[in-house]
């Protein structure tokens, strides 16, 4: 399939779905506080659009927040697990340790630690997305291959210039990886935090409609939801083509090689 048909199949495919669910919920009369038709959703989103944008921004801010930190804190721990034995005797341990427990257990402590508000919520997005960060840096800076760095050794290169110019271009495809998959973790741990305890978010206006039986309210917070989750991820690949463009030109000397065959 030509990339210019890969939307209109896309779109094509949700109005298939959407009218499906439409048609099935009113020809088998569901009741709405079960499971609202798409029209209904859509209507809540038009008149709870005010509401909805509020608490969207707040969940976004969530998300960016505890997202940049685990970036931040990720990348030079997978480092020096790299370069240093003991970081990687030690730390990798612990950071196993630390992701075996789940973060909905560990999230009524930073209520008690820390009260309700950004900081508990940040927290509990950074633990989510950290892991994943770690492990793309390392995979990545072990994946290079031998050849080049062979070459560096060959030219003579220092520790840290083999690092700059060997070892972290050749691990990028493998860190935005992790990147990729921690944006959309953010967003499940920003969810789960407000879940907990908050009193404002998309995860707060959902457990708000739900108690009170407003489930197209509810299912307009999801749908908000699933686009901030699709803009973030799209965001971070928009960033690998711009940084990792060394692979992106690869692989279309690649498509155009294996078109020609």
Do not use: C
């Not at 721990?77 to 990798?92: A, F, K, N, P």
């Not at 009170?212 to 939801?225: D, E, K, R």
């Amino acid at each position: 399939m030509r990339r210019a048909q890969v939307p209109v199949a896309i779109t094509l495919t949700l109005a298939a779905i959407l009218g499906a669910w439409e048609v099935a919920v009113r020809l088998l009369e569901v009741p709405i506080y079960l499971v609202p038709p798409p029209s209904a959703v859509y209507q809540a989103m038009i008149d709870s659009a005010p509401s909805l944008l509020h608490h969207a921004w707040v969940t976004l801010i969530e998300i960016v927040v505890g997202f940049l930190l685990s970036a931040v804190a990720g990348i030079p721990i997978g480092v020096l697990i790299v370069y240093s034995r003991w970081m990687e005797q030690v730390s990798y341990v612990l950071l196993v340790i630390l992701q075996s427990v789940p973060k909905v257990a560990l999230a009524p402590l930073f209520l008690v630690w820390l009260g309700f508000g950004l900081k508990t919520i940040v927290l509990v997005t950074f633990l989510i997305a950290f892991f994943p960060i770690v492990i793309a840096t390392v995979v990545g800076l072990r994946s290079v291959h031998p050849d080049m760095l062979h070459l560096a050794r060959t030219l003579k290169a220092s520790q840290l210039q083999t690092f700059w110019h060997f070892r972290m271009p050749g691990a990028m495809p493998s860190i935005f990886g992790g990147l990729k998959v921690a944006s959309t973790l953010a967003v499940v741990g920003a969810i789960v935090a407000e879940f907990v305890g908050s009193q404002e978010g998309l995860g707060y206006l959902i457990l708000s409609a739900n108690a009170n039986f407003q489930t197209p309210l509810s299912f307009a917070s999801i749908v908000v939801l699933s686009l901030i989750g699709l803009a973030f991820f799209y965001t971070i690949v928009w960033l690998e083509r711009i940084v990792v463009f060394w692979n992106r030109e690869s692989d279309q000397a690649e498509s155009s090689f294996r078109m020609q065959v």
